[in-house]
């Protein structure tokens, strides 16, 4: 009996597994929903979420930037 639940459970969680990763979204996906929120938000007036959308790995000219304020500061001008 409990080979059989810790088998199911396994079983679930393997299914789980791959019917998150067929389900996400592509990396070209998000980049066209990132541009159009940005477009949208600019027509709007308000400051777009591109800070939400960068990569925590974040980096300019090559050089690695860990502070969120330094890219807020590159993004505004």
Not at 8 to 14: E, P, R
Not at 32 to 51: F, K, M, N, W
Request: charge should be neutral; hydrophobic fraction near 45%; charged fraction near 20%.
């Amino acid at each position: 009996m409990k080979k059989w639940m810790i088998g199911s459970g396994l079983v679930a969680a393997a299914a789980l597994t791959v019917l998150f990763i067929a389900t996400a979204p592509s990396d070209e996906e998000l980049i066209h929903q990132a541009i159009a929120d940005a477009t949208q938000a600019s027509r709007e007036g308000r400051p777009g979420p591109v800070l939400d959308y960068l990569s925590k790995l974040f980096t300019f000219n090559g050089v690695p930037i860990m502070d969120r304020s330094e890219i807020s500061k590159y993004v505004r001008l």
